[in-house]
Nanobody, 126 residues
Framework: QVQLVESGGGLVQPGGSLRLSCTAS????????IGWFRQAPGKEREGVSC???????YYANSVKGRFTISRDNAKRTVYLQMNNLKPEDAAVYYC????????????????????WGQGTQVTVSS
């Protein structure tokens, strides 16, 4: 059974940092690309950052320079380091993956990935 399990969310003050983790299991082949998506109440889902098997990455303009996506293939884990967090970054963050040959930008902006985690809440507030 395919599973994506996120962790690392929480409450942080503006300007603070969090690192999210997404561990994949149950895939018969490694996903072509994995990404982080977020959705805040009343807003559309946004593709935040995606990474492909060759470490090609995509970042939404709203997080460029503040967020960094990385992967540890041995641990089958993808990380999202989030620095200088802003109140507008508050949302439920989801990890998602697909086996199809999407580029990271396509996965983040044009597709609906097949596999999703349960989400982790990020709250940015003083």
């Amino acid at each position: 059974q395919v599973q994506l399990v996120e962790s690392g969310g929480g409450l942080v003050q503006p300007g603070g940092s969090l690192r999210l983790s997404c561990t994949a299991s149950g895939f018969t082949v490694d996903p072509n690309a994995i990404g982080w998506f977020r959705q805040a109440p009343g807003k559309e889902r946004e593709g935040v950052s995606c990474i492909r098997y060759d470490d090609t990455t995509y970042y939404a303009n709203s997080v460029k320079g503040r967020f960094t996506i990385s992967r540890d293939n041995a641990k089958r884990t993808v990380y999202l380091q989030m620095n200088n967090l802003k109140p507008e970054d508050a949302a439920v963050y989801y990890c998602a993956a697909d086996l199809l040959p999407y580029t990271p930008q396509a996965l983040c902006t044009k597709s609906t990935p097949k596999h999703w985690g349960q989400g982790t809440q990020v709250t940015v507030s003083s």
